[in-house]
């Protein structure tokens, strides 16, 4: 990931439309590459091979070399355009742009250098050679052979002209074109041709008709093309001489044509006289070759200054497209190089990033190719890996689901066992703790998880713990049941621990579960129905006698009362009467007690019930005060309305009691409130009596218990009885500052 410390420019992608403008401008240099040496090639064959069109030859040069130097200001131009475009990228710090800075500054320092000096070296070739070309001697030499070939065609004509004349003059003087000398003007003809060497002597009339002609052998042989009428009388008019040349199979052929006077006068002309010499071919050749090589070096020598700046213009067009070429070829060699590590260094970012997607196409198959395929390779494997990873860490998410379910799944089962569990570990750390025991001990987890048994138990019960823990740990049977008595918040709890050690398959200690059943409503229930018996036995035997007993003593003192007289004979049977009567009443106790119905809930309100059962105490108790506090909003219960009311009665009768037996005074509060968290009803009943002990706490609600004399101690049995019918709890605390406080709580 780039940071703020490099301070990278991430990596720009490249567009399909940069990828078509690099090609383009990599086709452009290239074809300007191969182009530019077939112009440079053609120019110096146009320098080398002027022929007769001069200016035609500068203008073609002039323009190719403007078309070199277009192609070059276009090189140029892309050059400096990527030179620009790098020190841009490098200003802002993009990745690649130092490295193709080094690249390029290496090629362009390797090839200014020996170009330079490769390039002053040619210019000082070059103007040695064209000084050279253009010396004196050779000048002279081409003018002297130039002259000696002129010479010889000038004799040529000389001596063509010498005879014309000659033999014009006797032709005129002797007047051999008259009809009657035609025999000795064919003779003269043929022995002017034959004395004078000639090649061939043609006579023409003056209308320039050929009238007899004489050739030599070569000629005969090989034919003498007529002049025309015409070019006789253009060339030769009005006694003028000149000489044609012409070509013909035996070499160059000059033919000198003259008139012939008549009389004295030469613009007279009676006839015309052909006289012509044949120079052989190859030498004709020769001299046309030194003509022409002697004005192609005049032409040159006239574009000394010229071809000399023409040659240093192109010395220095390919000296700048060497460089030019070296440093794009730097461009491209360094884009090579570069923009795969670009997008190494983007694959880098993106794979760091997370995106193992990213794939680099191969552009080579050199050392970055392989580096490119060994990225792409690992970005592969990776995401193979990911994939496998994401698999497993799936799987591993899946099972730690099913994990976490069965472990919510036991949490609500041991939130929701009526059980306690607690579990520790094989150092004695108390680790898990349920609400049931957290509600069966009065605790709370934050107190002792966590912590060693060892800190939260002292004394005997210390030490019973370490006894018990060894016992558990060495059993073979790895569970111990103990029953346990213990006094929580000052009420008795009848506890039955369940330990079960805690071990792996090698038999290794890893902790103990004790799993806690409170057997103290069980036992009660036990014990309550144990004496529900007892007294249902006790009715059933005791009533049965108690009729005959009272009937025998009334009937005792009305028989006898009379006749005996005695005053304790009256007192006795009185006693066994009201004895009896006493007896009766106990025994209707019990009876009421054994078959004490069970609850049936309607939907009621509470409060009315309150108020009913105080108003049967108001008139009666004005020495006590009676306070009522009722919350808004008291839900409606499922209440047995007449069990309700009796209990009601028992907890104000017995507050009234405890009240009286210290003084004539007092309070009874009683308050009603919902708690909607917990979704009950809370009643709690009050007074400013004498209270109950902590010892009296524990056996309060059991029958047969009271702690008043007169009292049969089962008007709170009958209360806890009504309570747990309904579902609901009952507990005893004591009022602040004095006196007991009763607390039902009620679901709603």
Request: proline share 4%.
């Amino acid at each position: 990931m780039l940071t703020r410390k490099n301070r990278r420019k991430s990596i720009p992608s490249i567009s399909e439309d940069e990828i078509k403008r690099r090609k383009r401008e990599y086709l452009i240099i290239i074809g300007i590459i191969i182009f530019f040496p077939i112009l440079t090639f053609f120019e110096t064959r146009i320098i080398h091979f002027g022929g007769d069109f001069p200016i035609s030859n500068t203008v073609l040069m002039f323009s190719l070399i403007n078309i070199n130097l277009l192609l070059l200001i276009l090189l140029i131009f892309l050059v400096f355009r990527n030179l620009v475009k790098l020190l841009y990228d490098r200003r802002r710090r993009i990745t690649g742009a130092k490295l193709r800075t080094r690249l390029v500054v290496a090629f362009i320092s390797l090839s200014l250098l020996p170009t330079t000096v490769l390039f002053f070296f040619a210019i000082n070739f070059i103007t040695t050679s064209i000084e050279f070309w253009f010396n004196v001697p050779v000048e002279q030499a081409l003018e002297n052979s130039l002259a000696v070939g002129r010479h010889l065609y000038d004799h040529v004509e000389d001596n063509n002209l010498f005879f014309l004349e000659r033999a014009a003059y006797q032709i005129s003087t002797k007047k051999y074109l008259s009809p009657d000398k035609q025999k000795a003007f064919t003779r003269y003809i043929q022995v002017v041709q034959r004395e004078f060497n000639h090649h061939a002597v043609e006579v023409y009339d003056a209308n320039a008709k050929r009238l007899t002609y004489s050739l030599s052998p070569l000629l005969e042989k090989k034919g003498l093309p007529v002049l025309t009428p015409e070019k006789i009388l253009k060339e030769a008019p009005n006694g003028n001489i000149k000489s044609i040349s012409e070509e013909i199979p035996l070499g160059e052929l000059i033919r000198t044509v003259g008139s012939v006077p008549y009389g004295a006068s030469r613009l007279d002309t009676v006839g015309y006289v052909v006289i012509s010499k044949v120079i052989s071919g190859d030498l004709s050749r020769n001299m046309e070759s030194i003509s022409r090589g002697f004005e192609e070096y005049q032409q040159i020598k006239m574009l000394k200054r010229p071809i000399q700046t023409t040659y240093y213009i192109s010395l220095s067009i390919v000296a700048l497209l060497v460089l030019f070429c070296a440093i794009w070829f730097g461009f491209y060699l360094a884009k090579s190089i570069t923009i795969p590590i670009m997008r190494l260094a983007e694959g880098t970012r993106r794979v760091a990033e997370g995106d193992l997607s990213f794939n680099i196409e191969q552009i080579a198959d050199d050392e970055i190719g392989s580096l490119v395929n060994s990225f792409n390779k690992m970005t592969r494997d990776l995401r193979v890996g990911r994939e496998q990873l994401e698999l497993s860490a799936r799987m591993l998410h899946e099972q730690n689901d099913e994990i976490e379910e069965q472990r919510q799944y036991m949490e609500i089962v041991l939130k929701n066992v009526s059980a306690g569990v607690i579990s520790l570990n094989k150092g004695g750390f108390i680790t898990t703790i349920n609400k049931s025991a957290e509600k069966m001990l009065s605790i709370r987890p934050d107190e002792i998880v966590g912590k060693s048994y060892k800190t939260l138990l002292k004394g005997e019960l210390l030490e019973l713990a370490n006894d018990t823990m060894e016992k558990i740990t060495n059993s073979r049977d790895n569970s111990i049941v103990l029953p346990y008595k213990l006094a929580i918040d000052g009420r008795p709890r009848s506890l039955l621990v369940h330990l079960n050690a805690l071990k792996d398959d090698l038999d290794r200690h890893l902790g103990i579960v004790l799993v806690i059943d409170d057997l103290t409503e069980l036992e009660k229930a036990q014990r309550m129905a144990a004496w529900r018996e007892v007294a249902r036995r006790i009715a059933h035997e005791v009533k049965n006698p108690l009729t005959p007993i009272s009937l025998s003593a009334q009937r005792l003192k009305r028989k006898y009362s009379e006749r005996v007289g005695d005053p304790i004979f009256d007192e006795c049977t009185r006693t066994i009467i009201d004895h009896v009567d006493l007896i009766r009443n106990l025994v209707n106790e019990f009876s009421t007690f054994a078959r004490f119905p069970g609850a049936n809930p309607k939907p009621c309100e509470l409060p009315p019930i309150i108020e009913e059962t105080v108003a049967l105490y108001r008139e009666g108790h004005t020495n006590i005060h009676f306070d009522i506090h009722i919350s808004d909003n008291i839900p409606k219960l499922k209440l047995d309305r007449q069990q309700i009311k009796q209990a009601m009665i028992n907890l104000v009768d017995n507050a009234i009691a405890s009240i009286t037996h210290i003084e004539s005074e007092g309070d009874i509060n009683i308050s009603v409130m919902h708690d909607p968290i917990l979704n009950l009803v809370r009643l709690e009943v009050s007074d400013t009596g004498a209270g109950i002990s902590d010892q009296e706490k524990t056996r309060l609600f059991e029958p047969y218990f009271s702690t008043k004399k007169s009292g049969m101690g089962l008007g709170l049995t009958i209360v806890s009885t009504i309570i747990t019918d309904h579902n609901g709890l009952i507990s005893v605390q004591d009022n602040h500052p004095r006196g007991a406080k009763f607390v039902i709580e009620i679901p709603v």
